[in-house]
Structure formats: C-alpha cells, structure tokens
C-alpha cells in the first residue's frame, strides 16, 4: 500500500524557536494532504488543509501564521511552527488522499506522526 | 458542519470474548464514508473498516463488523473474538466529500488477559 512519511518523529525545541515538520507521500502524488493535531489521550484534530501550488486552507482557530504550511511540490508538504511555546507541545499526523486514478475514493494514508515537545 | 460521537471513552473486554464500540454521528452530506480507525501505542493510525453510506449492507473485516443504521445516524463496531493485539485507541470518522475526516473523541479498548 501507499506510504506517509514524517520526519523527524519527534522534535524538541526551546521556546520561542522554529521547527518544521515534513509529510512526504512515497510512491504517489498527493495534491492534497491534512494537517491533524492531537493532544495526550485525546483525538485528532483536523489543523490544515494543505493543497499542492496554492495556500492553505485554515480550520476556524488555527493561527495561520504560527502554523506555516507549504506545499511546494506533489509529494511533499511542510508544517513549521513558528515561534513555539509550551502549549505547542502535541503529537503533529498528516495524511493524504492518493487521487489518482486506479486507487480507491475512499483511502487516505497517515504517517506515522511527529511528536514536538517545546520547553 | 458535522460531527462525530463516542460515548465510551474506556471499555474493556476478556480476550477471546466479543465488544461493542459505539459511534453516532451528524451530517448534512447524503454521500459519505464511514471508517474505523484503531491507533495503538506506536500512534499509526490503521484503517480498520469502512462502511460506504449508500451501502445497506454492513460492512465485515474478518474479526470485526459493523452495524450501521442510517436513519438512526448510528455506526459501531463488533470486535469478535478479541485478541491481545486489539488493546488500542479506537476513533470512528466521517468523511465527506473533499476527502475531509471528521473523528469522534476515541474510545481506548483494553483487552484483559
């Protein structure tokens, strides 16, 4: 099956610094990918629509301008969070749709997360 | 906008015995997907069914199946047989249409020796 995969799988970062998260698909295009957030014990949040040679589409909350997205190119998408503070600290899943024909209309790939602890 | 609810937020269950997890949800959308995903403690999140809304007939996965009841905006899982193995965080989600996933609170699924 199609693979996702983050880099790095945990980060920590002292406050006030930058950090970027990448989310890559591996063998296929993704034109879009998500951005989930979840905190300890609870589920994900979606953050992020991330859509290939176009901006962001922003979930109502979420500071467009601490949480930067770039998709620059159709199997890769980055999420830098900038100027992060303690509250920032939080498990980071994006997954993406294939799109493309021959795959399913229903499937969706996650990788396997990244874990940013900011102190 | 839509949403998605678990009201179990822990259950257990004997291995080798059956469990239930409860989902209900609410949408607008007439043309959805359902799923079942279980995250265990490595944190991947693993598809573990799917139920197509036009689809009247329930959905089953070797172990697990589904009982979904449209009107009722009601989507839960069977685990039969449970093994060791299905001790995780089980998320129910909806999906509409721009691929979008909505996901209920989670229900953490311990299964005792």
């Known amino acids: 099956g199609a693979v996702v995969s983050q880099h790095p799988s945990w980060v920590i970062c002292k406050s006030g610094t930058s950090v970027k998260i990448e989310c890559r698909s591996l063998d296929f295009q993704a034109t879009t990918m998500f951005w989930y957030r979840q905190f300890p014990k609870q589920s994900l949040m979606l953050m992020a629509t991330s859509n290939e040679g176009s901006k962001a589409t922003y979930e109502q909350g979420v500071e467009k301008d601490k949480f930067l997205i770039n998709h620059a190119s159709l199997t890769l998408s980055t999420l830098t969070v900038t100027s992060a503070h303690p509250e920032d600290s939080s498990f980071y899943i994006c997954?993406?749709?294939?799109?493309?024909?021959?795959?399913?209309?229903?499937?969706?790939?996650f990788g396997p997360g990244t874990r940013l602890t900011v102190t | 906008a839509q949403t998605v609810t678990q009201s179990q937020p822990e259950m257990s269950v004997q291995e080798a015995e059956t469990v239930t997890l409860s989902c209900t949800y609410d949408t607008s959308e007439s043309n959805y997907y359902l799923f079942w995903y279980k995250q265990p403690p490595s944190r991947q999140m693993i598809l573990v069914i799917r139920?197509?809304?036009?689809?009247?007939q329930n959905a089953t996965e070797n172990r697990f199946s589904v009982n979904f009841q449209k009107a009722a905006k009601s989507f839960s899982l069977k685990i039969s047989d449970s093994q060791l193995g299905d001790t995780a965080m089980y998320f129910c989600?909806?999906?509409?249409?721009?691929?979008?996933?909505?996901f209920g609170g989670g229900t953490r699924l311990m299964v005792k020796p």
């Open positions: 139920q197509e809304a036009y689809k009247q």
């Open positions: 997954s993406a749709p294939p799109g493309t024909s021959g795959r399913h209309l229903w499937e969706q790939y």
């Open positions: 989600a909806l999906r509409k249409a721009g691929n979008m996933l909505t």
